[in-house]
């Protein structure tokens, strides 16, 4: 079993993955896997990041998939005996003018961006080494959807004890609000993207209270973050930030070093904690 340190971000094909795995090979002292869901699109990004004379690992892992989460999660521990830095980057959004029925937006979106993330969370955060970092890319979307919901809703999502399962029934409850047509007068925001990303950060702050419980002394940071807006396929090229900008706050999230006890369970914006 190898004891060098590793690091795997998820969704690192393209976009604002790539620029993270481009600059975890020049600043994390350990293994850092690129990992997508098409192996093809993977090995690319990988030569692409060798041509710059940088030497990152691949492995496949597609987020909507128990089974290829599972091979990831096998794979560290026999190889590495747990994980040292989990980036969970991938993520997906239909276009504004998109005319995909909202329903299914809802239910495509969610299932990627939440439950996707969640599956990878409950997979490999038991992996998690002492001093380990993980980074949950949300985004400010998060905060402008969270105001966009009732004051019931934005209750539970802001309380301090609301739990995983209680988190997961909301997010399938909007799900199934817009196949009933009914998600606006239940107090949600018209947007599936923003709701995804709300599942994102409130995940975020639960599961750093569970290692807080838990774990305490292992050590382990865990916080959520904006990346800006950044030039990728998702954003488009009107976006003010490019992808090595947009790595920025994920990289200094996922490097905090060994001393630090802060931020966690944090949502983090240009490096700096933003109120939730
Ligand atoms: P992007 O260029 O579209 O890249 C998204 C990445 O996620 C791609 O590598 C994509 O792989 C991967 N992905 C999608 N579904 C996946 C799945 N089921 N399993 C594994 N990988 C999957 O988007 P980006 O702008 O870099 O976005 C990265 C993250 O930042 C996302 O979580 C996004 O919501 C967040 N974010 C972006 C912005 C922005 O302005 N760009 C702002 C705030 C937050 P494929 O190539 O196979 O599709």
């Not at 293994?31 to 710059?52: C, K």
């Not at 997010?171 to 007068?185: L, P, Q, Y």
């Not at 709300?198 to 940071?221: C, F, M, P, Y």
């Not at 905090?256 to 983090?268: C, E, I, R, T, Y």
Request: proline share 5%; aromatic share 6%.
């Amino acid at each position: 079993m190898s004891s060098v340190p590793v690091a795997v971000v998820t969704g690192s094909n393209k976009g604002i993955g790539l620029a993270i795995v481009r600059a975890l090979c020049k600043q994390f002292p350990g293994d850092v896997y690129l990992t997508s869901r098409d192996p093809q699109r993977g090995q690319a990004a990988v030569a692409q990041l060798q041509q710059e004379g940088l030497r990152p690992l691949f492995h496949q892992l597609d987020v909507d998939d128990l089974q290829s989460i599972r091979a990831l999660r096998d794979f560290l521990k026999e190889k590495y005996g747990g994980l040292n830095v989990l980036v969970n980057n991938a993520g997906i959004a239909f276009k504004v003018h998109d005319t995909t029925p909202f329903a299914v937006q809802a239910e495509v979106t969610l299932k990627t961006n939440f439950f996707g993330t969640r599956n990878v969370c409950t997979e490999l955060l038991p992996l998690m080494k002492p001093y380990g970092r993980v980074v949950n890319v949300s985004s400010m979307v998060s905060s402008s959807a969270l105001g966009g919901c009732s004051q019931e809703l934005q209750q539970k999502f802001r309380s301090d004890t609301i739990t995983e399962d209680e988190l997961v029934q909301l997010m399938t409850k909007f799900v199934e609000d817009t196949k009933k047509g009914v998600h606006e007068k239940e107090g949600w925001p018209n947007t599936a993207y923003g709701v995804s990303k709300i599942g994102v950060t409130v995940l975020s702050r639960i599961q750093a209270r569970l290692l807080n419980e838990q774990r305490k002394g292992e050590h382990i940071l865990l916080n959520a973050c904006c990346p800006g807006w950044v030039r990728t396929d998702m954003a488009g090229p009107k976006a003010t930030k490019s992808p090595d900008e947009g790595a920025e706050t994920p990289v200094y999230l996922a490097l905090l070093p060994s001393n630090a006890d802060a931020p966690h369970g944090q949502f983090v914006s240009n490096k700096t904690v933003k109120p939730w």
